[in-house]
């Protein structure tokens, strides 16, 4: 089993930056993608960007596209979402998963709210 603490969130005026971070633990040799994904208020759950533990493949939802980067850290587990260019429409709560061959573990999920 594949534990996931996100952190990172908070507060942001419009046309800001934020970096979230998630670190997994537990069964960590299973992981072979990590990745983040958000649900805005009132919305279903959307991809944001997925990345391979190994090669460092990335993949973005539409969303966000132009304005994140996700990157990993392999050494310590960890896997950092940058956010540029902040919306109000990015609002939301930021969950981490880790897909491997047992299915997806989801975090708790961070709050991302952007407004002035």
């Known amino acids: 089993q594949v534990q996931l603490v996100e952190s990172g969130g908070g507060l942001v005026q419009p046309g800001g930056s934020l970096r979230l971070s998630c670190a997994a633990s537990?069964?960590?040799?299973?992981?072979?993608?990590m990745g983040w994904y958000r649900r805005p208020p009132g919305k279903q759950r959307e991809l944001v960007a997925t990345?391979?533990?190994?090669?460092?493949?990335?993949n973005y939802g539409d969303s966000m596209k132009v304005r994140v980067t996700i990157s990993r850290d392999n050494t310590k587990n960890t896997v950092y979402l940058q956010m540029i260019s902040l919306k109000p429409e990015d609002t939301a709560v930021y969950f981490c998963?880790?897909?491997?061959?047992?299915?997806?573990?989801w975090g708790q999920g961070t709050q991302v709210t952007v407004s002035s």
């Open positions: 998963a880790s897909m491997g061959p047992g299915g997806t573990s």
């Open positions: 537990g069964s960590i040799f299973s992981i072979y993608a």
């Open positions: 990345i391979t533990k190994d090669d460092g493949m990335t």
